[in-house]
């Protein structure tokens, strides 16, 4: 039987993903084979001689998925119970309903949601990542559970069908799980970083693609979100630079989910912001930091959203939080209501 094939962008390569033919540069030169297994720095020769797109096995078509085993929760953790009761009775509590604004979005989303939790508290992995957060910072637990609760919303009101919903969630649960690996000084420091330690914050978005993209229990596609959700519209994240389509759609909801909750949420250097503050800032920074067509999605301040050229202007608010083109990705202390910005924990 004929193996799927798939023809894909070269900012999507995962490490492992199989050629499925030859990659071959404009001379007729030969620079890999097909069914060569692809290393990062594989990708990295591939991205340096300027292709745009090659074609690699879907092993998403190819490999059935494997039934997993239920975790017997009263032989874990008082984290991972926890966790399981979290998720359990997730789809349907007052964080969901209090967010949902419209009744048969709100109907469609907490059906699918709710079978997709019913799967994911079997799924040992994904627990146990979501209960080393949850003992190493309650906000990193917390913030991955409504990433995730947003991210399921904007994927429902996007049309997304039940498995590109799994994907995503799944992918939004565990986008910071490369936290793990960062200090816990830098984590809940409530200073600025020096140039040694944003370094080490902002591998954690490898860290966490690097955990994912291994798993064969993980979908290749979610661990993405954890690679890419600091990559901005206009090139100006990291890990790589990404702009625009480069960036899969998975982690630019998920990034934009990110950026909401965090400003929403206290955290050890500033007081929150309120739903209608973030979400004018997520309307300024439409096709400038992150895609405009999904930021229109998510309307959770309680105001109509309208035409771009009716959302706030955009110097206007970056200056009021401190952000721009020199201070992309950032959260936000200081005295006064918007100060100074400080790179973001994830």
């Known amino acids: 039987m004929m193996r799927p094939l798939k023809e894909i962008p070269v900012s999507q390569l995962m490490i492992g993903s199989v050629l499925a033919q030859p990659v071959t540069l404009p001379n007729g030169v030969k620079l890999l084979e097909a069914g060569t297994e692809l290393t990062e720095g594989y990708i990295k020769k591939i991205r340096k001689m300027g292709i745009k797109t090659v074609v690699v096995i879907d092993e998403q078509e190819e490999k059935p998925q494997r039934p997993r085993p239920a975790v017997q929760v009263h032989d874990r953790s008082e984290p991972v119970q926890k966790v399981y009761h979290t998720l359990s009775h997730l789809a349907n509590s007052d964080k969901v309903r209090g967010w949902m604004s419209v009744p048969v979005i709100e109907a469609r989303f907490v059906h699918v949601f709710e079978s997709i939790l019913e799967e994911l508290v079997r799924h040992e992995f994904l627990l146990g990542q979501l209960a080393d957060m949850y003992v190493k910072d309650p906000f990193l637990f917390d913030h991955s559970i409504n990433v995730a609760v947003l991210s399921g919303m904007l994927g429902t009101v996007k049309q997304y069908d039940r498995h590109k919903l799994y994907e995503l969630v799944f992918g939004a649960f565990l986008f910071d799980c490369g936290m793990l690996d960062v200090p816990a000084e830098l984590i809940k420091r409530n200073r600025p970083l020096t140039p040694e330690e944003k370094k080490v914050l902002e591998y954690h978005t490898a860290a966490g693609y690097n955990k994912l993209v291994k798993r064969e229990d993980v979908p290749k596609r979610s661990a993405l979100c954890a690679l890419q959700h600091h990559e901005r519209y206009n090139g100006s994240g990291y890990p790589h630079k990404l702009k625009k389509g480069e960036i899969h759609e998975y982690a630019q909801i998920v990034a934009i989910a990110d950026v909401y909750h965090a400003m929403i949420s206290p955290r050890y250097h500033r ?76």
């Not at 309307?283 to 706030?312: I, M």
């Open 271 to 346: 007081k929150p912001y309120t739903p209608a503050e973030a979400s004018e800032y997520l309307a300024a920074a439409g096709n400038y930091f992150f895609d405009l067509e999904l930021v229109k999605h998510l309307d959770l301040s309680g105001s109509k959203q309208g035409h771009a050229e009716q959302w706030p202007d955009r110097r206007r608010l970056f200056r009021a939080f401190g952000v721009g083109p020199q201070a992309r990705g950032h959260r936000y202390s200081g005295s006064g209501r918007f100060g100074r910005p400080l790179p973001v924990q994830g």
